[in-house]
């Protein structure tokens, strides 16, 4: 029983020493790598562009619920002029950064890990080795670098169209006065909570983005399955454990901020 | 460096790799000479591709020595020498490795855009050059997902070869082809191994067509090579395992005509 605890420990640590490693040397094989602003460029549009539309109906959605929650909770002691700075300081603090990056995992972060576990699979890693190219910093830097941007972006896309579904909810359905929804936010919102939401979401999307090339990078290493299984383990495992992770960090994150 | 070494672009000596205790390659010597087309014959399963990947350094041998151009490569190697032997080298995988997110144009383009400091328009014209060699130019915008078998193949060939290399290493490169398909391979690589002067080592178990259009073979059995010389002399050899491995054809006959007279067997 002790010595199954002590190898678990013992796999977790050296896991989490590869994965730091991995993520270490993919950061500086972007140095030798040439084009690499072409491929930086394509990565922002997968994690960008490709990911608007999801960003924008889960960023409303949010919006339109926190505001009538916010709404009826508030009206009680009667202050529900305070919504704005409910709904804002709730999306700008906490749902934000985890709801954007987790949706950026769903659809980015799976898609990331599923091409770099087929690439395995198929050998095209192996044979970009064989040209004499680092694989990581053709494959897997452009997506971390790219992640420090994207995330950031989307986040703040996700306040804006979570701001306008709070007024939508507050304002042009439940009664609240437009003016005072936004002077609310204006006043609530601090310098610092903005540098707490786009720490967050930088800090999400390159620790999500590492983990998905991770597991993606090493489905071969799954001694379980192989080919196709190989893969869709890999997909598995990296947006449960990106997911986890993204959670726990802000845990980590908020208390620091806090 | 001994004067062996200046015959054979490629030296590998008491060459040894196992997986999980199972040993693979049992102590492989053998030179590959500079210039010509040198095929490794062997059985599936005898440890071929183990064998080419560990020439290529995509694996790493457990024991042995392997020389490039008289210098050491394998366990340990300086990585100025791994890379420079990566510039020199190409190999050609079994299943083509192909990037499938990328088209034609920039499977072949990318080893010249990653590994030199060639201009864009220099990129271009190297890489549709290497494609038109190879009558691939018309579908310099395809996707490998749109090419055929065969195209693959010459594709896979054309991004080997754009990097001008002096070895190319082939893994079954005939590998699930019919009959005349590995013809048509086998002739594409005599042709093109000819044309850019490269030397061309190729693993397969397809004897006729290896026999006729190599200059050497060798063939390995259960991880050791147990026979080396010309196709003349391998037709001629009467080693148990290369006229066993040769008159297969022969003995399936012999089988055939036993089953056919066997009354146990009947219809």
Same mark, same amino acid.
């Given at each position: 029983?002790?010595?199954?605890?002590?190898?678990?420990?013992?796999?977790?640590?050296?896991?989490?020493?590869?994965?730091?490693?991995?993520?270490?040397?993919?950061?500086?094989?972007?140095?030798?790598?040439?084009?690499?602003?072409?491929?930086?460029?394509?990565?922002?549009?997968?994690?960008?562009?490709?990911?608007?539309?999801?960003?924008?109906?889960?960023?409303?959605?949010?919006?339109?619920?926190?505001?009538?929650?916010?709404?009826?909770?508030?009206?009680?002691?009667?202050?529900?002029?305070?919504?704005?700075?409910?709904?804002?300081?709730?999306?700008?603090?906490?749902?934000?950064? $985890?709801?954007?990056?987790?949706?950026?995992?769903?659809?980015?972060?799976?898609?990331?890990?599923?091409?770099?576990?087929?690439?395995?699979?198929?050998?095209?890693?192996?044979?970009?080795?064989?040209?004499?190219?680092?694989?990581? !910093?053709?494959? $897997?830097?452009?997506?971390?670098?790219?992640?420090?941007?994207?995330?950031?972006?989307?986040?703040?896309?996700?306040?804006?169209? !979570?701001?306008?579904?709070?007024?939508?909810?507050?304002?042009?359905?439940?009664?609240?006065?437009?003016?005072?929804?936004?002077?609310?936010?204006?006043?609530?919102?601090?310098?610092?909570?903005?540098?707490?939401?786009?720490?967050?979401?930088?800090?999400?999307?390159?620790?999500?983005?590492?983990?998905?090339?991770?597991?993606?990078?090493?489905?071969?290493?799954?001694?379980?399955?192989?080919?196709?299984?190989? $893969?869709?383990?890999?997909?598995?495992?990296? $947006?449960?454990?990106?997911?986890?992770?993204?959670?726990?960090?802000?845990?980590?994150?908020?208390?620091?901020?806090? | 460096?001994?004067?062996?070494?200046?015959?054979?672009?490629?030296?590998?000596?008491?060459?040894?790799?196992?997986?999980?205790?199972?040993?693979?390659?049992?102590?492989?010597?053998?030179?590959?000479?500079?210039?010509?087309?040198? %095929?490794?014959?062997?059985?599936?399963?005898?440890?071929?591709?183990?064998?080419?990947?560990?020439?290529?350094?995509?694996?790493?041998?457990?024991?042995?020595?392997?020389?490039?151009?008289?210098?050491?490569?394998?366990?340990?190697?300086?990585?100025?020498?791994?890379?420079?032997?990566?510039?020199?080298?190409?190999?050609?995988?079994?299943?083509?490795?192909?990037?499938?997110?990328?088209?034609?144009?920039?499977?072949?383009?990318?080893?010249?855009?990653? %590994?030199?400091?060639?201009?864009?328009?220099?990129?271009?014209?190297?890489?549709?050059?290497?494609?038109?060699?190879?009558?691939?130019?018309?579908?310099?915008?395809?996707?490998?997902?749109?090419?055929?078998?065969?195209?693959?193949?010459?594709?896979?060939?054309?991004?080997?070869?754009?990097?001008?290399?002096?070895?190319?290493?082939?893994?079954?490169?005939?590998?699930?082809?019919?009959?005349?398909?590995?013809?048509?391979?086998?002739?594409?690589?005599?042709?093109?191994?000819?044309?850019?002067?490269?030397?061309?080592?190729?693993?397969?178990?397809?004897?006729?067509?290896?026999?006729?259009?190599?200059?050497?073979?060798?063939?390995?059995?259960?991880?050791?090579?147990?026979?080396?010389?010309?196709?003349?002399?391998?037709?001629?050899?009467?080693?148990?395992?290369?006229?066993?491995?040769?008159?297969?054809?022969?003995?399936?006959?012999? %089988?055939?005509?036993?089953?056919?007279?066997?009354?146990?067997?009947?219809?």
């Amino acid at each position: 029983m002790v010595s199954l605890l002590g190898r678990q420990t013992l796999g977790v640590i050296s896991g989490l020493g590869d994965f730091a490693l991995f993520t270490g040397n993919s950061f500086l094989a972007a140095l030798g790598s040439r084009k690499l602003f072409r491929r930086i460029v394509r990565s922002l549009h997968e994690q960008g562009t490709v990911c608007l539309p999801v960003i924008l109906i889960v960023g409303i959605f949010t919006g339109l619920v926190l505001g009538l929650q916010g709404y009826h909770v508030l009206n009680r002691f009667g202050s529900s002029g305070l919504l704005g700075a409910l709904v804002s300081l709730s999306l700008i603090r906490e749902m934000a950064p $985890v709801l954007a990056s987790l949706m950026l995992v769903g659809q980015a972060g799976s898609a990331l890990a599923a091409e770099l576990g087929m690439q395995r699979q198929t050998e095209q890693i192996v044979a970009l080795e064989t040209m004499g190219i680092e694989s990581r !910093g053709y494959l $897997v830097s452009p997506r971390l670098i790219a992640s420090l941007f994207s995330f950031p972006a989307q986040t703040a896309l996700f306040v804006l169209v !979570g701001l306008w579904g709070g007024a939508l909810s507050g304002s042009l359905l439940l009664g609240v006065d437009s003016g005072v929804y936004w002077s609310s936010v204006e006043r609530a919102v601090e310098a610092r909570d903005l540098r707490e939401c786009f720490v967050k979401a930088a800090l999400f999307g390159l620790l999500s983005i590492a983990l998905c090339a991770y597991q993606g990078f090493h489905a071969d290493r799954n001694r379980s399955a192989t080919g196709a299984r190989a $893969v869709s383990a890999a997909t598995t495992r990296a $947006v449960v454990t990106s997911s986890i992770l993204i959670l726990v960090v802000d845990y980590a994150v908020s208390s620091f901020f806090v | 460096m001994n004067s062996a070494d200046t015959d054979h672009v490629l030296q590998v000596e008491g060459l040894k790799k196992g997986f999980n205790g199972r040993a693979v390659l049992r102590g492989i010597d053998l030179g590959v000479p500079r210039g010509g087309l040198f %095929t490794v014959l062997g059985p599936s399963g005898a440890g071929k591709s183990v064998f080419l990947k560990c020439l290529a350094n995509v694996l790493r041998p457990d024991e042995g020595r392997i020389s490039f151009d008289g210098r050491p490569m394998g366990m340990g190697t300086d990585p100025a020498v791994k890379a420079a032997f990566r510039k020199r080298c190409s190999f050609l995988f079994q299943s083509n490795a192909l990037l499938d997110s990328l088209t034609a144009l920039e499977n072949v383009s990318l080893p010249l855009e990653q %590994t030199t400091s060639l201009n864009d328009a220099e990129i271009r014209d190297r890489s549709m050059e290497a494609l038109r060699q190879l009558e691939m130019h018309e579908f310099a915008d395809h996707h490998p997902g749109e090419l055929s078998g065969g195209m693959q193949k010459r594709l896979a060939l054309a991004r080997a070869i754009v990097t001008r290399p002096e070895l190319v290493l082939f893994d079954e490169p005939t590998a699930g082809l019919d009959p005349l398909r590995r013809n048509g391979v086998f002739a594409m690589i005599a042709k093109y191994r000819r044309m850019f002067g490269f030397t061309a080592l190729v693993v397969t178990h397809d004897v006729p067509e290896a026999l006729v259009a190599s200059d050497r073979v060798a063939l390995l059995e259960k991880g050791r090579i147990c026979f080396e010389g010309t196709p003349a002399e391998f037709s001629l050899s009467d080693h148990p395992v290369v006229s066993g491995f040769r008159d297969s054809e022969k003995a399936l006959a012999a %089988t055939i005509e036993t089953i056919r007279h066997d009354p146990l067997v009947s219809p």
